[in-house]
């Protein structure tokens, strides 16, 4: 599902839930059903949650509204988040949670908007969304990472992404992770995650290391060298035990190793 759909059916279950819970409908109301699509619903949001006495609510509406609507490809990379949420997160059993309530995927819009400016030489404002977001939703995302669709970053709090990371396509990482550098060292010195990887639970993936297509890294592991595509590592410092039995462990979200030996 994506597009049309997904905002299609985003509206139908809120107003399930107002017709249930009226308590709600306000909120509801301004938040999704008086928004146009599902990135002006993010925008909305995400304006609400970081406005203060020196930045207005609509100030930041516009900010992020421009910068989504700059790019397709960002208005598209949010639909695919939303959907790997669902698929992925049992929590998450409608479309509306991630957009109106999960920290991983507000943080992880946060940054397209932050990137974008960040690119388009809007350091300063950039850089205000990114400390925004660090603040309420406890990730800290570099606006000069770069980052694929279909992620999930599951809880959120915790996550360090540095500013020289990259990030491949649907990619699935837990609270706690780090994608951090490895010293003092300037230049590119973050990790560079492929494609499918999944990455559990506390798991810090440090200096500028490439951690191939499809890898699962356990829980609590600290990566400090390259990992094979398809493999699994775990360990302080992780080291490689197996294969993944799983095509694609960041769908698949078992963070079990043992039977990957």
């Known amino acids: 599902m994506a597009g049309e759909g997904i905002w299609e059916v985003i509206r139908q279950q809120v107003e399930d839930v107002i017709a249930s819970e009226p308590v709600m409908e306000t909120f509801l109301q301004t938040v999704v059903l008086e928004r146009q699509s599902l990135a ?19 100030e930041i509406y516009t900010i992020l509204s421009d910068a989504y609507n700059a790019d397709e490809a960002i208005i598209a990379s949010i639909e695919e988040d939303i959907v790997a949420v669902y698929d992925r997160d049992p929590a998450c059993t409608t479309y509306f949670a991630p957009l109106l309530f999960f920290k991983g995927f507000l943080s992880l819009q946060t940054y397209r ?29 570099h606006p000069s990472a770069k980052i ?6 599951d809880h959120a709090t915790g996550v360090v992404i540095g500013e020289t990371a990259v990030i491949g396509n649907d990619v699935s990482m837990l609270h706690g992770v780090t ?4 010293g003092k060292e300037g230049g590119d010195r973050h990790p560079k995650i492929g494609n ?14 490439r951690v191939g297509d499809c890898a699962k890294i356990g829980g609590g592991s600290v990566v400090l060298t390259d990992v094979p595509a398809y493999s ?4 302080v410092p992780a080291k490689v035990v197996g294969k993944v039995t799983t095509p694609e462990p960041s769908r698949e979200m078992d963070h079990n190793f043992g039977k990957d030996i």
């Open 148 to 153: 694929g669709k279909g992620i999930m970053i």
């Open 179 to 182: 994608l951090g550098g490895s």
């Open 40 to 58: 002006d619903s993010v925008a909305f949001n995400l304006a609400t949650k970081f406005a203060n006495e020196y930045i207005s609510r609509d």
């Open 232 to 235: 699994t590592v775990v360990g």
């Open 113 to 141: 908007a932050a990137h974008h400016l960040m690119i388009t030489g809007h350091s300063g404002t950039a850089l205000y969304l990114q400390s925004r977001a660090s603040e309420l939703f406890g990730a800290d995302i």
């Open 196 to 209: 499918g990887v999944l990455i559990s639970v506390g798991a810090k993936v440090l200096g500028n290391i």
